[in-house]
């Protein structure tokens, strides 16, 4: 069989392939468009040109998430390797440009995650270290904390749960307020 060099019959089925597996590491999604786009000589040789995906109420290890598109462009792969059975790895770094939409909903949908619980937690140790307690990381380790509620409003953010130092001791209710900057 021979390959016209103008042929996008890999890419044709690529798309698709990246859709079902993406989709596989998803707890729940809406909306998933993947495109790879790529002449089939450029594709077999290991260049991938351009890279998209637009998701919509996707669930990644139980964050939720409104809106996601990431664009990639001039992606070098380790084509000959994954013939052999081996993992795909990216032969040089790639700038990958991402937009996501999360609301205030899905915040909350995603409090319980280990993603952003653990973010949270970190946020309190911080927060702790910089209020004078020494040994932060290790209380809010040895404690059980429970997020409950998380809120936007104004460039303000405010984050509740319960603390709960050991276990038998009396919970304590937390409340975390800051001030939101978007940067780059």
Do not use: C
């Not at 790529?38 to 077999?44: E, P, T, V």
Request: zero cysteines; a neutral charge; glycine letters at 6%.
């Amino acid at each position: 069989m021979r390959i016209n060099a103008q042929s996008k019959l890999i890419s044709s089925i690529l798309s698709p392939a990246a859709k079902l597996w993406l989709r596989s590491l998803l707890e729940g999604i809406s909306h998933l468009d993947v495109a790879i786009q790529g002449q089939d000589r450029q594709l077999i040789s290991g260049y991938v040109p351009k890279v998209y995906l637009n998701a919509e109420k996707a669930i990644y290890q139980g964050v939720h998430l409104d809106k996601v598109q990431v664009w990639a462009e001039n992606t070098r792969i380790n084509i000959g390797q994954i013939l052999k059975g081996k993992p795909l790895q990216l032969l040089e770094p790639i700038r990958v440009v991402a937009e996501a939409s999360i609301l205030e909903e899905d915040l909350n949908q995603s409090l319980s995650s280990f993603i952003l619980a653990n973010a949270l937690n970190d946020l309190l140790i911080f927060l702790l270290k910089a209020g004078g307690i020494e040994n932060a990381k290790e209380i809010v380790r040895a404690s059980k904390i429970e997020w409950r509620s998380l809120t936007l409003d104004h460039q303000i953010a405010s984050v509740g749960g319960i603390f709960t130092p050991t276990p038998g001791e009396q919970p304590t209710e937390i409340n975390i307020r800051m001030s939101l900057n978007l940067q780059d």
